[in-house]
């Protein structure tokens, strides 16, 4: 195995695919990745066994500068083969492979000799057939992530509950998340309608990754799904993800359908507002911040307290105030988390009684996002 | 005591003290910062016994909105302080105390109360007579800091080399630190003479500190020095550093006043080649990388090696080479740390023998600016 290539090229297919690599994997071979390199292409891989990465650079891209000698495929060290090529002086990198797995980068005047491993012992990659696959528009897909995985548990005590929940049915896509605490749920009409119906549980750690992946000069993302694997092909590289097992339960039962209060706010008034208040529930041991509202008096106050530290009162400034009067105490962190999925919007906050979840929505479209917290009881 | 200030000035001034301030110290009072509101000014105080800093916010600047209603002090909780005032909604703040050292901070709506400490305990800083001082061009100082600092030891064992020695008589200023390794000395001529010398060590710390509060538009900084403090001031603010106690060795003995082997580099170029080698010799146990120059092929190459991963080898590219021959092994870090103190600049590097210090010093000026190095013996 013999090939040339550009240096920033090269760096950005690393870039790729070491954030599939952990270094704290129990399968030695899976900390370093893997070259493939063809008569035209060379592909690179790299998985932690719950996601893998591959991306293919092209010799038909004249940026890419790739000249391949002779074919092959080796396993590199990742992370220190990746500083390796980045310190290089050149513009182009060669690399070749000699006996017993040794590989020499050469650059300039530098030449680094390093030991690889046996290709024919790195994993086969999950076979996903991609000819039913569902297209997305990169920006909402990153929105959907975004929106949902905030609300997705972090404890592995119910394995299910940390993953986000994607029902496609005709041309609907529903993405859900809960902790049990507070529920995110997104809603979105596809352009187009799908074969058959989807129903799967992504965990929400590979949808970050994948978020990340996705730059701005994406446009689409494309979604192939079989029984334990969801694929996703943004541009020349593929993403696959395995799928969480059981039955995830039912959410749509969870969110009311009535309410008594209803406020509007400015969401990124109300966001500092919030952050202000979590400064003093931060120093006490329950994270918990009031809000009352006095419906005639056109108030809404809230107030954080720790009796180590100190208090904080604050007067909101909603620009409507429905229904009864109501104290109410919450996690200001997953109010947060909320208004920030929001971006700088109006919302309508929606309040049935102190210890039943209120809701979260845009004042328009409404349908379309909905975020559900839960209160704390505090008396 | 009650006053209102801007709030942008107000947060400009508490990050100036809050570098002093320590959450790991043993005085519970240190955690805090000191306000003392005088009649036209407002003074914060931080402290970790080591470093104090006090600054000033005048009432004659009309940017800092400072009207002062009742003179008075207290100590607040430096870190949680800090955080409210950053987070207040308005342009302006209020903070007024009253009875058990209660301080109310309002802006806008919001209103927080936190618990204060009676300013009357707090140490009382050092007193320093600043009759006598010396100027020193703001650029120029913080050029010297970063050079010497690099070399200073991070060893407790022996307190002394944790500092930089500074040697001031007549026109001359003298920095100098080693760490016993590897020895950095920068030489400069003051524009005015100095009436009596100066013989004092400063901790590293100390002056890495001073240097982040020292910024562009900052033109000189002034220094007075007593038995066991220093005070440096810039602009309103004063920062005052404990000396380190004993007697510093005397280095001047250390630098070779001969050498036998003479090169000459780009110093990046020069760097980007050391950065290369030792990202093979960091995978090894002794973080060593061995040079060998032979003169007459007008060859020098560096070599580094790991024999887990792997080994490196690049031909140097020196613009002048003369002497003997000579094989030679340091640790690349310390070769990093004095190369990037010299910035972009041609440097020559003299060698004696494989087992004496080798010295690093930019070919112009070369007096002003002398970095030293002991090898590793490797055989």
Redesign the interface.
Same mark, same amino acid.
């Given at each position: 195995m013999k090939f040339s290539i550009s240096k920033q090229a090269f760096i950005d297919g690393l870039n790729l695919v070491t954030r599939a690599i952990s270094t704290k994997t129990t399968i030695p071979i899976l900390t370093g990745l893997k070259l493939d390199v063809l008569q035209n292409k060379v592909i690179l891989t790299g998985s932690d066994a719950d996601i893998s990465i591959e991306t293919t650079i092209k010799a038909d891209d004249p940026d890419n500068m790739l000249a391949v000698e002779s074919e092959g495929a080796i396993v590199l %060290?990742a992370r220190?083969f990746s500083? &390796?090529v980045k310190? /290089? %002086?050149e513009k182009t990198l060669t690399i070749q492979t000699s006996e017993n797995f040794?590989t020499e980068i050469t650059s300039g005047?530098?030449?680094?000799? &390093? *030991?690889g491993l046996d290709a024919n012992n790195y994993p086969h990659l999950p076979e996903v057939q991609t000819n039913t696959s569902i297209n997305l528009a990169a920006d909402l897909f990153k929105q959907i992530i975004s929106q949902t995985v905030i609300a997705v548990s972090n404890q592995e005590s119910r394995p299910i509950l940390t993953g986000v929940h994607f029902v496609i049915s005709g041309n609907n896509l529903l993405a859900v998340a809960t902790d049990s605490h507070r529920l995110s749920q997104r809603n979105v009409t596809l352009p187009d309608a799908v074969a058959s119906d989807y129903d799967f549980v992504i965990p929400g750690k590979s949808l970050s990754e994948l978020s990340k992946m996705i730059d701005d000069d994406q446009e689409s993302v494309s979604l192939s799904v079989t029984q334990n694997q969801a694929l996703f092909v943004v541009g020349d590289t593929l993403f696959y993800s395995r799928l969480l097992e059981g039955k995830y339960p039912d959410t749509s039962r969870l969110i009311p359908q009535e309410h008594d209060i209803e406020l509007t706010f400015d969401s990124s008034d109300l966001l500092?507002?919030i $952050?202000?208040a979590s /400064? /003093?529930s931060h $120093?006490s041991r329950n994270n918990v911040i009031k809000l009352t509202i006095k419906s005639a008096e056109k108030k809404a106050t809230i107030f954080g307290n720790s009796p180590? @530290?100190? *208090? @904080? $009162?604050?007067?909101?400034?909603p620009s409507k105030i429905e229904g009864n009067d109501l104290e109410i105490s919450f996690n200001p962190d997953y109010m947060k988390d909320a208004l920030r999925s929001f971006g700088q919007t109006t919302i309508k906050v929606d309040f049935t009684t102190a210890l039943r979840p209120f809701t979260l929505m845009p004042t328009e479209n409404s349908d379309s996002f909905i975020q559900l917290i839960t209160p704390i009881r505090t008396f």
């Amino acid at each position: 195995m013999k090939f040339s290539i550009s240096k920033q090229a090269f760096i950005d297919g690393l870039n790729l695919v070491t954030r599939a690599i952990s270094t704290k994997t129990t399968i030695p071979i899976l900390t370093g990745l893997k070259l493939d390199v063809l008569q035209n292409k060379v592909i690179l891989t790299g998985s932690d066994a719950d996601i893998s990465i591959e991306t293919t650079i092209k010799a038909d891209d004249p940026d890419n500068m790739l000249a391949v000698e002779s074919e092959g495929a080796i396993v590199l %060290p990742a992370r220190f083969f990746s500083d &390796i090529v980045k310190k /290089l %002086p050149e513009k182009t990198l060669t690399i070749q492979t000699s006996e017993n797995f040794q590989t020499e980068i050469t650059s300039g005047q530098s030449s680094f000799t &390093i *030991n690889g491993l046996d290709a024919n012992n790195y994993p086969h990659l999950p076979e996903v057939q991609t000819n039913t696959s569902i297209n997305l528009a990169a920006d909402l897909f990153k929105q959907i992530i975004s929106q949902t995985v905030i609300a997705v548990s972090n404890q592995e005590s119910r394995p299910i509950l940390t993953g986000v929940h994607f029902v496609i049915s005709g041309n609907n896509l529903l993405a859900v998340a809960t902790d049990s605490h507070r529920l995110s749920q997104r809603n979105v009409t596809l352009p187009d309608a799908v074969a058959s119906d989807y129903d799967f549980v992504i965990p929400g750690k590979s949808l970050s990754e994948l978020s990340k992946m996705i730059d701005d000069d994406q446009e689409s993302v494309s979604l192939s799904v079989t029984q334990n694997q969801a694929l996703f092909v943004v541009g020349d590289t593929l993403f696959y993800s395995r799928l969480l097992e059981g039955k995830y339960p039912d959410t749509s039962r969870l969110i009311p359908q009535e309410h008594d209060i209803e406020l509007t706010f400015d969401s990124s008034d109300l966001l500092a507002s919030i $952050e202000r208040a979590s /400064l /003093l529930s931060h $120093e006490s041991r329950n994270n918990v911040i009031k809000l009352t509202i006095k419906s005639a008096e056109k108030k809404a106050t809230i107030f954080g307290n720790s009796p180590d @530290v100190g *208090n @904080v $009162e604050e007067d909101l400034a909603p620009s409507k105030i429905e229904g009864n009067d109501l104290e109410i105490s919450f996690n200001p962190d997953y109010m947060k988390d909320a208004l920030r999925s929001f971006g700088q919007t109006t919302i309508k906050v929606d309040f049935t009684t102190a210890l039943r979840p209120f809701t979260l929505m845009p004042t328009e479209n409404s349908d379309s996002f909905i975020q559900l917290i839960t209160p704390i009881r505090t008396f």
